[in-house]
């Protein structure tokens, strides 16, 4: 594959976004075409607009249903021709319906080294049950909440402050090299399923 058009979905402040479009974003044929939220005042809004990119909520109390509101948003990406859908930070469950239009083709980044300490707060989990080492996982998305097979994972240690904001400063650092290298590795198309194995991600070495 030469090139990759990409959306991102985010809730909140948007650093992953900021990653994504500092890094991957204009190179090597990738382009974030679109960035959507649940949240009108998302501060990832704003960031992809400063990027010129184009952006659209889609707020679940303007679509009879969840269903309804999925669709709504795969249509708005499919128009835009998107081939890669990257969650950072979006904290909505995506329908089946929604997950069905882009197989194997979203992807989300998660504060934990899953399958340990999977959904809301997985940094709070990690310190509540007193781990010494926590993590970075990106993967595939699936319709279970953070069970998709894994594309990268990379270790943080708590500190041994067991400070709350220390240890996320450490993890937003791990994912805002992991994301992009996610992309980049999906765009260069190194990145497959293992027709063996659904669960395992295969990593094809770098071009010589
Ligand atoms: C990130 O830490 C991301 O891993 C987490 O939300 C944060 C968003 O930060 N996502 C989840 O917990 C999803 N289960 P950002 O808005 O600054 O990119």
Redesign the pocket.
């Known amino acids: 594959m030469s090139g990759l058009r990409v959306a991102v979905l985010?809730?909140?402040?948007?650093?992953?976004?900021q990653a994504i479009l500092d890094t991957v974003h204009g190179r090597d044929g990738i382009e974030v075409v679109a960035v959507g939220s649940d949240k009108p005042t998302a501060r990832?809004l704003a960031r992809a607009r400063d990027a010129g990119v184009e952006t659209a909520v889609f707020r679940a109390a303007d679509y009879p249903d969840r269903a309804a509101r999925d669709e709504a948003m795969a249509d708005w990406l499919a128009e835009r021709g998107v081939e890669l859908v990257v969650?950072?930070?979006?904290?909505q469950l995506l329908t089946p319906g929604f997950i069905r239009r882009f197989p194997n083709r979203i992807i989300?980044?998660?504060?934990a080294l899953l399958p340990s300490f999977p959904?809301?707060d997985?940094i709070g989990q990690a310190l509540a049950h007193g781990v010494r080492v926590t993590g970075?996982t990106v993967h595939f998305v699936d319709e279970g909440v953070?069970t998709g097979p894994i594309i990268l994972q990379r270790a943080v240690p708590v500190p041994d402050s067991r400070d709350r904001a220390e240890l996320e400063e450490a993890?937003?650092a791990v994912?805002h090299e992991l994301l992009p290298e996610a992309v980049r590795l999906i765009a260069a198309g190194r990145v497959t399923i293992d027709p063996a194995n659904p669960r395992l991600v295969l990593i094809a070495p770098a071009a010589k």
């Open positions: 985010a809730s909140g402040t948007g650093t992953n976004l990832a969650l950072a930070g979006y904290m989300n980044v998660h504060p959904g809301l997985a970075v953070d993890i937003h994912e």
